[in-house]
């Protein structure tokens, strides 16, 4: 008796919506679940994403972010490209866990990279679980070679004795707009054509955050977009996440973290999560000499022809996931 399988069959892309939430969401909550359960953490559930989220990854990706459907009209898969100027990357992506090993993750994987090359990134990175040789073999198969992981480190600190900290949400208009572009220039003099302005302003419109600036003798030392929004669904504001920071010299890296903690004390939230890339020694290190502890691991793949670029001096944190 023959056993019984799905049709294989799925349409795409086709552009995601904010109308297509529920159904990324459903499809993000069951893949992740079923990747742990394989990797023999039976007892994780993957929470759904709070929809603010997806949002923010929706309209900062546009024509990148793309879905695939079933014969149901169903999405069976998933994978949001997104660029900070020329650097690109991918992710969320998944694929629903009755269409795996189908061929399927391979076009979607294929078609966000041929999208970000068409779109001149130099730049095109993912990341992926260390722990599990399947994700990093069918990625590195796909022309993708491992570089350093990216730590996530998070510090309980204290809710008052922080100077008022410096917010790109405090400035009148003219003044935004000239720290947006302090905030491109300081960037792009760490990794030529990195640019987090997109985010930054994403970030302000959808009230997701605030980004922290640095200001020095010179202009912009450092910043720091954050948001304080819950990721899960559901759950409550517990802690602020740094996705991209910028600071000039070390001195301006701990003053951008200190700015970070200031704003967090200021919402009254205590817990600050920062993802340190590994190509940072000293700044990883300067963290855990502040109180920082680690709590997750995630490793940065890159796409040949299309490395990662690091600065010469300085600190650039950016970070490839939302």
């Given at each position: 008796m023959?056993?019984?399988l799905?049709?294989?069959?799925?349409?795409?892309?086709?552009?995601?919506?904010?109308?297509d939430?529920?159904g990324l969401?459903?499809?993000?909550?069951e893949?992740?679940?079923?990747?742990y359960?394989r990797d023999?953490?039976?007892g994780?559930r993957?929470?759904?994403?709070n929809?603010?989220v997806?949002r923010?990854a929706?309209?900062?990706?546009?024509?990148?972010a793309?879905?695939?459907r079933?014969?149901?009209?169903?999405?069976?898969?998933?994978?949001v490209a997104?660029?900070?100027g020329?650097e690109?990357w991918?992710?969320?992506?998944?694929?629903?866990?009755?269409?795996?090993?189908t061929?399927?993750g391979?076009?979607?994987?294929?078609t966000?990279?041929d999208?970000?090359?068409?779109?001149?990134?130099v730049t095109l990175?993912?990341e992926t679980?260390?722990r599990t040789?399947e994700?990093i073999?069918?990625?590195?198969?796909?022309?993708?070679?491992?570089g350093?992981l990216?730590?996530t480190l998070?510090?309980e600190i204290a809710?008052r004795?922080?100077?008022a900290?410096t917010?790109?949400?405090?400035?009148a208009?003219?003044?935004k707009d000239?720290?947006?572009?302090?905030?491109?220039t300081?960037?792009?003099?760490?990794v030529p054509g990195?640019?987090?302005s997109?985010?930054m302003?994403?970030?302000?419109?959808?009230?997701?955050?605030?980004t922290s600036l640095?200001?020095?003798?010179?202009?912009?030392?450092a910043?720091?977009?954050w948001?304080?929004?819950?990721l899960a669904?559901?759950?409550?504001?517990?802690?602020?996440?740094?996705?991209k920071?910028?600071?000039r010299d070390?001195r301006?890296?701990?003053a951008a973290?200190a700015a970070v903690?200031a704003?967090a004390?200021?919402?009254?939230i205590r817990r600050?999560a920062?993802r340190c890339?590994t190509?940072f020694a000293?700044?990883?290190?300067?963290l855990?000499a502040r109180?920082?502890?680690v709590?997750?691991?995630d490793?940065?793949m890159?796409y040949e022809?299309y490395p990662e670029?690091h600065?010469t001096?300085?600190?650039?944190?950016?970070n490839?996931?939302?």
């Amino acid at each position: 008796m023959r056993a019984w399988l799905p049709e294989t069959r799925v349409v795409g892309p086709e552009r995601a919506t904010e109308r297509d939430i529920v159904g990324l969401n459903r499809v993000f909550a069951e893949a992740f679940t079923d990747r742990y359960r394989r990797d023999g953490l039976v007892g994780v559930r993957v929470p759904e994403l709070n929809p603010l989220v997806w949002r923010y990854a929706l309209l900062g990706s546009g024509e990148g972010a793309m879905l695939w459907r079933d014969e149901h009209d169903e999405i069976a898969a998933f994978n949001v490209a997104h660029r900070s100027g020329t650097e690109g990357w991918m992710g969320p992506l998944a694929v629903r866990p009755d269409r795996q090993g189908t061929g399927v993750g391979k076009t979607v994987v294929r078609t966000a990279a041929d999208w970000l090359i068409d779109r001149g990134v130099v730049t095109l990175g993912l990341e992926t679980m260390p722990r599990t040789p399947e994700n990093i073999g069918f990625y590195a198969r796909l022309g993708f070679t491992p570089g350093h992981l990216t730590v996530t480190l998070t510090n309980e600190i204290a809710t008052r004795g922080h100077p008022a900290p410096t917010l790109l949400s405090q400035r009148a208009a003219g003044a935004k707009d000239a720290a947006l572009a302090a905030a491109r220039t300081l960037a792009g003099s760490l990794v030529p054509g990195c640019d987090f302005s997109r985010e930054m302003l994403l970030t302000a419109e959808l009230g997701l955050g605030d980004t922290s600036l640095v200001e020095g003798d010179d202009g912009l030392d450092a910043m720091a977009l954050w948001h304080s929004a819950p990721l899960a669904d559901s759950r409550t504001r517990d802690e602020v996440r740094v996705l991209k920071l910028a600071a000039r010299d070390d001195r301006a890296f701990e003053a951008a973290v200190a700015a970070v903690e200031a704003a967090a004390a200021k919402a009254g939230i205590r817990r600050v999560a920062l993802r340190c890339q590994t190509r940072f020694a000293d700044a990883f290190r300067r963290l855990i000499a502040r109180g920082y502890r680690v709590r997750w691991t995630d490793l940065r793949m890159s796409y040949e022809g299309y490395p990662e670029r690091h600065p010469t001096g300085g600190v650039l944190f950016s970070n490839w996931e939302i």
